[in-house]
């Protein structure tokens, strides 16, 4: 189960100490203007030791493209991309040889597979999460040429206990790197900021929330029953390895659900834009969350690790989001009625 997507599919591989990672992406149509640098822009927002906040592993992540793309275009044929990896400390996991980590798949892995790669947790490792990146960039240089009025945008709603506003319409991404954290709220990401590095100094780690906005979508968009764009968001964020659960519909959802169905239909905001599993014009919203990362104390200090995940998984998250959407693009242009 290394492929995701029905037509525009998604293979990736490789391990955080191997040589490199890399993605493969099968479907996207010839013709759609792609360059090394588009990919690059997504990756460079991912990419480890950005900042004070997160991991000290230094990694340029240079995206080579392989096939597929010529002059420019897309030929139509898989396109396949790789990260070659520059900075392993593979000999800091020398003891996790034989000592499982609580709240990783190091165990589980174990039992499962009776071998596994202990280096910084292997096809495990968050650092997967730059082959989905360059989907995610792939998927997002298909719609912007087949369906322009797409705008995806998450940010980082929650940090331990402190809690974003909600922006107003039309953030950007721009908006949203400004700060290291990657919250525009103004009132709290500096507090943020330094409980991220305190828990970084102390070997302990926290949790929190991504919001994520997508303006645009036409009305229809997904399928009935199991495609439901829900369904398809639900599997992709949910396969994100520190996500922890997925919510549907306003920041301030799990707020308005205690209210009697004649308040809670009264607001046409409440389905996050979608209705009957269908988008319905309206921005979708899903907010991911996050369990604090699991290396804690004395293998937080002795290794290089992320203390707060959110920050650099924002692009994953816009990566994944777009992934489904150009699938489900692709899908309903396959069909004798289209949007």
């Given at each position: 189960?290394?492929?995701?997507?029905?037509?525009?599919?998604?293979?990736?591989?490789?391990?955080s100490?191997?040589?490199a990672?890399?993605?493969?992406?099968?479907?996207?149509?010839?013709?759609?203007?792609?360059?090394?640098?588009?990919?690059?822009?997504?990756?460079?927002?991912?990419?480890?030791?950005?900042?004070?906040?997160?991991?000290?592993?230094?990694?340029?992540?240079?995206?080579e493209?392989?096939?597929?793309?010529?002059?420019?275009?897309?030929?139509?044929?898989?396109?396949?991309?790789?990260?070659?990896?520059?900075?392993?400390?593979?000999g800091d996991?020398?003891?996790?040889?034989?000592?499982?980590?609580?709240g990783h798949?190091?165990?589980?892995?174990?039992?499962?597979?009776?071998?596994?790669?202990?280096?910084?947790?292997?096809?495990?490792?968050?650092?997967?999460?730059?082959?989905?990146?360059?989907?995610?960039?792939?998927?997002?240089?298909?719609?912007?040429?087949?369906?322009?009025s797409?705008?995806?945008v998450?940010?980082?709603?929650?940090?331990?206990?402190?809690?974003?506003?909600?922006?107003?319409?039309?953030?950007?991404r721009?908006?949203?790197?400004?700060?290291?954290?990657?919250?525009?709220?103004?009132r709290?990401?500096?507090?943020?900021?330094?409980?991220i590095?305190?828990?970084?100094?102390?070997?302990d780690?926290?949790?929190?929330?991504?919001?994520v906005?997508?303006?645009?979508?036409?009305?229809?968009?997904?399928?009935?029953?199991?495609?439901?764009?829900?369904?398809l968001?639900?599997?992709?964020?949910?396969?994100?390895?520190?996500?922890?659960?997925?919510?549907?519909?306003?920041?301030?959802l799990?707020?308005?659900?205690?209210?009697?169905?004649?308040?809670?239909?009264?607001?046409?905001?409440?389905?996050?834009?979608?209705?009957?599993?269908?988008a319905?014009?309206e921005p979708?919203?899903?907010?991911?969350?996050?369990?604090?990362?699991?290396?804690?104390?004395?293998?937080?200090?002795g290794?290089r690790?992320?203390?707060?995940?959110?920050?650099?998984?924002?692009p994953?998250?816009?990566a994944?989001?777009?992934?489904?959407?150009a699938?489900?693009?692709?899908?309903?242009?396959?069909?004798?009625?289209?949007?």
């Open positions: 189960m290394n492929t995701f997507g029905t037509l525009f599919r998604m293979t990736t591989f490789g391990e100490h191997g040589p990672l890399g993605t493969i992406l099968d479907g996207c149509p010839a013709g759609v203007p792609l360059t090394r640098e588009q990919i690059q822009v997504e990756l460079d927002r991912r990419r480890p030791g950005q900042s004070a906040i997160t991991t000290a592993r230094s990694e340029p992540d240079q995206v493209l392989l096939s597929g793309v010529f002059e420019g275009k897309t030929l139509g044929t898989p396109i396949a991309a790789i990260v070659r990896n520059t900075n392993q400390r593979s996991y020398d003891k996790l040889k034989a000592e499982d980590r609580p798949a190091d165990s589980v892995w174990r039992e499962r597979f009776k071998h596994r790669d202990h280096r910084g947790g292997g096809r495990t490792s968050g650092r997967e999460t730059l082959c989905r990146v360059i989907g995610g960039a792939i998927a997002e240089a298909y719609l912007a040429r087949d369906l322009p797409v705008r995806t998450a940010y980082v709603s929650q940090v331990g206990d402190l809690v974003a506003a909600v922006p107003p319409p039309g953030l950007t721009a908006q949203v790197d400004a700060h290291a954290t990657r919250c525009p709220d103004e709290v990401r500096e507090e943020m900021s330094r409980r590095l305190a828990a970084k100094e102390a070997g780690s926290l949790g929190g929330s991504i919001d906005r997508v303006e645009g979508l036409p009305v229809g968009l997904g399928e009935p029953i199991f495609g439901k764009v829900k369904a968001i639900a599997q992709a964020l949910g396969s994100i390895g520190a996500v922890t659960g997925v919510v549907w519909g306003p920041p301030d799990l707020e308005r659900i205690g209210q009697p169905g004649t308040v809670f239909h009264s607001v046409k905001d409440a389905y996050g834009g979608i209705q009957g599993g269908l319905n014009g979708l919203q899903v907010r991911a969350y996050f369990k604090p990362p699991a290396t804690l104390m004395d293998h937080a200090k290794g690790h992320d203390p707060c995940i959110m920050p650099r998984a924002v994953v998250l816009e994944m989001v777009s992934l489904v959407i699938d489900l693009v692709l899908q309903l242009n396959a069909r004798p009625h289209t949007l």
